[in-house]
């Protein structure tokens, strides 16, 4: 089976089709929207979310145990945010400060002159249990304006991070405060998490704050998906895939500069709008020299697939103005429960895609009507890729009881 698109979606698909034994294929069309993920996790967004914790699938529990450098609680965590707001997760990167059962004592704010970081500013944002602690963490001049990813990097080294322990320790001495633990800007490590080793050598708990996306939450996602899908032997071809059609006995997958290959059961997880395998094109998009020459709905599929796309369980329909659907009616805060929120390929259950016949599926934001969260693209990953690979190993032995 192939799998289009190697974000948390597709990471989640082809690593839960590769422990049911299916020959399983990555095809990775470059860096998504996965990469930009701040490190929260979370099954629906954090502003909805209620005391009650939703499930996570079996299969989902698997694909994170495969990844590593995540924490997943049965209760609602909280995290920091660079932006002064504590808030709830289901989960978080390993590296992020989790400040749920700190009552007991302050947090340490780390004072550094890091882009973004005032942690006076963010101590009287957060509220009560959060002082500033003086610390030396930078330790060469180019780190006052290093992005954090960079920042973070160099602490993949166990030097460099012994120094900042030593700085830390020294720190919390000379102030004369005991701390519950300490959070730092978004600094620790960009191959894995850092924070446990830093809490270790430190002597008590020690984590980032939540920074903007694009930061190293990202970049650990990608080097944990890199390790993981090479220790399942996954196969990874690097390219973009332009078309995805059904000739019997088997679908066809069409890339970019490469030969055509075949697959029993493909799964697309190529991303939605952010993504790329969603795009925004109105009828005012056509070339026309007055009007455009037909109508048609706001969206369509990157890639060329017998999909159908849809919202609220119903194809998309096609608007009766040629100049197409007003855009402030498509998306927050100008619409509530907009379109782009909701839209995407319509599916089952199990992320077999309606109308496309057998074996083809969709998975994370490309799917209609699921939250837009990291969650919730590793649970929808996880489904289709298992489905997917029952459906290639059933061809497979078809295919065998014929010869």
């Known amino acids: 089976m192939i799998i289009v698109g190697a974000g948390v979606a597709g990471t989640a698909a082809a690593l839960a089709a590769r422990k049911s034994g299916v020959r399983t294929t990555v095809i990775d069309g470059g860096t998504g929207a996965s990469t930009l993920s701040t490190g929260a996790l979370d099954l629906v967004p954090w502003a909805e979310a209620t005391a009650v914790a939703l499930s996570i699938p079996h299969e989902a ?6 990844l590593g450098g995540f924490v997943l609680s049965d209760r609602a965590v909280r995290v920091l945010t660079t932006a002064g707001i504590v808030r709830p997760a289901r989960g978080h990167d390993a590296a992020l400060l989790d400040v749920t059962e700190r009552a007991s004592g302050q947090v340490g704010v780390v004072r550094c002159g890091r882009p973004g970081w005032d942690a006076d500013a963010l101590v009287r944002a957060w509220g009560r249990g959060y002082e500033p602690l003086d610390a030396t963490v930078i330790r060469h001049a180019d780190e006052r304006s290093l992005p954090d990813a960079d920042f973070a990097a160099r602490h993949d080294d166990e030097e460099r991070l012994g120094w900042l322990a030593e700085r830390l320790r020294e720190a919390i001495a000379a102030s004369g405060r005991a701390f519950s633990a300490l959070v730092l800007p978004p600094a620790l490590g960009v191959e894995r998490a850092r924070a446990d080793a830093l809490s270790k050598r430190v002597g008590l708990p020690c984590g980032e704050a939540i920074g903007l996306p694009g930061g190293p939450s990202g970049l650990r996602f990608e080097r944990a998906r890199d390790r993981a899908l090479a220790s399942a032997g996954i196969d990874r071809v690097g390219t973009r895939v332009t078309a995805i059609q059904w000739e019997r006995p088997s679908w066809q997958v069409y890339a970019e500069g490469r030969d055509t290959q075949q697959a029993d059961a493909v799964v697309l997880a190529a991303g939605g709008l952010l993504g790329g395998g969603i795009e925004y094109a109105p009828s005012d998009a056509i070339p026309a020299s007055v009007l455009p020459p037909r109508a048609r709905p706001p969206l369509k599929l990157g890639i060329e697939a017998p999909l159908t796309l849809g919202s609220r369980g119903q194809p998309l329909e ?25 839209a995407g390929v319509l599916v089952d259950q199990n992320g077999l895609a309606t109308g496309a016949g057998r074996a083809l599926f969709a998975a994370g934001e490309l799917v209609a009507d ?18 997917a690979a029952r459906e290639a190993a ?3 032995a078809e295919a065998r009881s014929m010869a």
Not at 318 to 342: H, K, M, N, Q
Not at 370 to 387: D, E, F, K, M, Y
């Open 61 to 66: 529990r698997s694909v994170l145990d495969a």
């Open 370 to 387: 699921i939250p837009h969260t990291w969650l919730a693209a590793l649970c929808s990953g996880a489904r289709a890729g298992v489905a």
């Open 394 to 396: 059933q061809r497979g």
């Open 318 to 342: 096609t608007p009766g103005s040629l100049f197409g659907v007003p855009p402030e009616s498509l998306a927050s805060p100008f619409a509530i429960d907009a379109l782009f929120d909701r």
